[in-house]
């Protein structure tokens, strides 16, 4: 058959020389990128090549590739991905496509995402559940300011993984200098979000090489992994960084003698004879049993759908969190957020909104303060943010919020913003601490220069609360000649 017989154009299997050990958890990753980057060719050609394609699948995307093929004979990858009639028509990916595939190392889930501006919100929401993205850029056209939009919606979202996927690098004649300059362009704009871990593959989507299997033949230059090695070495992200966390979906009461609280484990573990606390009351309780649908548990733990029992009456109402006695999250009425606006009406200041995270809804106030120009990288001043803009808010509540940054916790530090007029989900939020007026050096929208020692400035760039505000901060590297005659220069 035509097909079989080109699919491994210019691609051979890479030699195994370790034995194979399988990782039970399957990793969640977004492709994303400007607008004909071949992103859903990307994940076409990773089903394709893993075997995830079906017969009556493959016989489908023969017949609807008819008058398609390229010159290589091959069906058109992208129609195992873009599933709507208008996606089809347009030659574009508007939806999130879900999509799974495994290897003999490990399973994996990924979402392609659009790469028109105007459907960001939809790219967004890949990233909110992804442990890894893999951000595809055209060799021909390089960086473009789309590339910067989902890098930073990504690192925003948590994601601390990436990987760049130079596609098309056949069509530069293989152009090492060319990956290499895309690749160096890339690796600045990551570290400017805080991103360490960032691998460049040069890869054709369309041939396979470099995606499954390797692209040596075409590419003797490139002595690095595959996609797929890449993709099966990666990390998942952990609700462990926090202490157990329940928040409350429903209170379960089938009789006089039963009390219980279902939801599902956001966070940490519990057992039995655990202390916990009902927040935002304060109340504290010992936990008694934990049950499930089927049977009493000795432990649970995140991700687990429980009901817990208390060893007191307590009050507890849905929207609550239960969580461990000696970790608990932020509680407070102001906190500072990141949104990414949604809707063509943007973020209108001064207008009160629902807050929805979990199973809590409380009504908020949002200031926007800053909004990330995609082009410099910088944070500008801005007292409102229109659609698809990336900013930074300060929410203040009419009564007492509980959250964990969203850096720590997924779940309990992640919020969409609901209009509540028209009912629309008008922006997606994470929570990057609570709100706090600093006092000594700070005033207002002064800045203070600091003249620091290389080594002690790696180790203040490392740190977790320099990573949440990384984007306030401006380095630059000189002597210790030169700083001392700027800093001469300056007011004291």
Same mark, same amino acid.
């Given at each position: 058959m035509t097909v079989s017989a080109t699919a491994t154009v210019a691609a051979f299997p890479a030699v195994e020389t370790e034995r194979v050990t399988r990782d039970s958890r399957p990793l969640r990753l977004i492709t994303c990128g400007s607008v004909d980057d071949g992103k859903s060719t990307l994940i076409g050609r990773l089903l394709w090549d893993t075997k995830a394609v079906k017969e009556d699948q493959a016989a489908t995307l023969q017949r609807d590739s008819s008058g398609k093929q390229n010159d290589l004979g091959l069906p058109d990858f992208a129609l195992l991905l873009d599933g709507l009639q208008a996606e089809r028509e347009q030659g574009i990916t508007i939806d999130v496509a879900y999509r799974y595939f495994s290897t003999d190392r490990r399973s994996f889930i990924v979402a392609d995402t659009p790469g028109h501006e105007q459907y960001t919100r939809n790219m967004a929401t890949g990233a909110s559940t992804a442990d890894l993205a893999v951000l595809l850029v055209d060799a021909r056209s390089g960086i473009l300011e789309q590339t910067r939009r989902h890098a930073t919606i990504a690192t925003l979202m948590g994601i601390r993984q990436f990987v760049l996927a130079v596609n098309k690098i056949d069509l530069t004649g293989y152009d090492r200098a060319r990956f290499e300059e895309i690749s160096h362009e890339f690796k600045e704009l990551a570290l400017s979000l805080g991103v360490k871990q960032i691998t460049a593959i040069p890869v054709s989507a369309l041939k396979?090489?470099?995606?499954?299997?390797?692209?040596?033949?075409?590419?003797?230059?490139?002595?690095?992994?595959?996609?797929?090695?890449?993709?099966?070495?990666?990390?998942?992200?952990?609700?462990?960084?926090?202490?157990?966390?329940?928040?409350?979906?429903?209170?379960?009461?089938?009789?006089?003698?039963?009390?219980?609280?279902?939801?599902? /484990? $956001? %966070?940490? #573990?519990?057992?039995?004879?655990?202390?916990?606390? +009902?927040?935002? =009351?304060?109340?504290?309780?010992? &936990?008694?049993?934990?049950?499930?649908?089927?049977?009493?548990?000795?432990?649970? /733990? $995140? %991700?687990? #759908?429980?009901?817990?029992?208390?060893?007191?009456? +307590?009050?507890? =109402?849905?929207?609550?969190?239960? &969580?461990?006695?000696?970790?608990?999250?932020?509680?407070?009425?102001?906190?500072?957020?990141?949104?990414? #606006?949604?809707?063509?009406?943007?973020?209108?200041?001064?207008?009160?909104y629902w807050l929805k995270s979990g199973s809590r809804r409380q009504r908020v106030s949002v200031a926007p303060a800053s909004q990330l120009d995609l082009k410099s990288g910088k944070w500008n001043a801005a007292d409102a943010l229109p659609m698809n803009a990336i900013g930074k808010v300060g929410l203040t509540f009419d009564e007492q919020a509980v959250f964990d940054t969203y850096e720590q916790n997924r779940t309990t530090g992640a919020f969409i913003l609901i209009d509540p007029d028209t009912h629309n989900t008008i922006a997606g939020g994470m929570i990057t601490g609570r709100h706090s007026e600093l006092g000594g050096i700070h005033k207002a929208d002064e800045r203070v220069i600091l003249s620091l020692p290389a080594d002690l400035a790696d180790k203040l760039m490392a740190t977790e609360i320099f990573a949440s505000r990384r984007h306030d901060a401006e380095v630059r590297h000189t002597n210790a000649g030169r700083a001392a005659e700027l800093l001469s220069g300056l007011d004291e």
């Open positions: 396979g090489e470099n995606v499954v299997y390797d692209g040596r033949a075409s590419m003797p230059w490139y002595e690095g992994p595959t996609l797929v090695e890449t993709l099966e070495k990666a990390t998942v992200r952990s609700n462990q960084t926090v202490g157990f966390r329940l928040p409350v979906q429903r209170v379960s009461r089938p009789g006089e003698s039963f009390r219980g609280y279902q939801g599902t /484990v $956001a %966070g940490g #573990a519990v057992k039995p004879g655990d202390s916990v606390v +009902v927040l935002p =009351s304060g109340m504290v309780a010992n &936990v008694k049993q934990i049950v499930t649908f089927d049977l009493v548990r000795n432990a649970a /733990v $995140a %991700g687990d #759908a429980i009901t817990l029992v208390l060893d007191r009456q +307590v009050d507890v =109402s849905r929207g609550d969190m239960i &969580v461990s006695i000696d970790s608990q999250p932020m509680t407070g009425r102001r906190f500072d957020a990141q949104i990414v #606006a949604l809707q063509p009406e943007g973020i209108v200041p001064g207008k009160r």
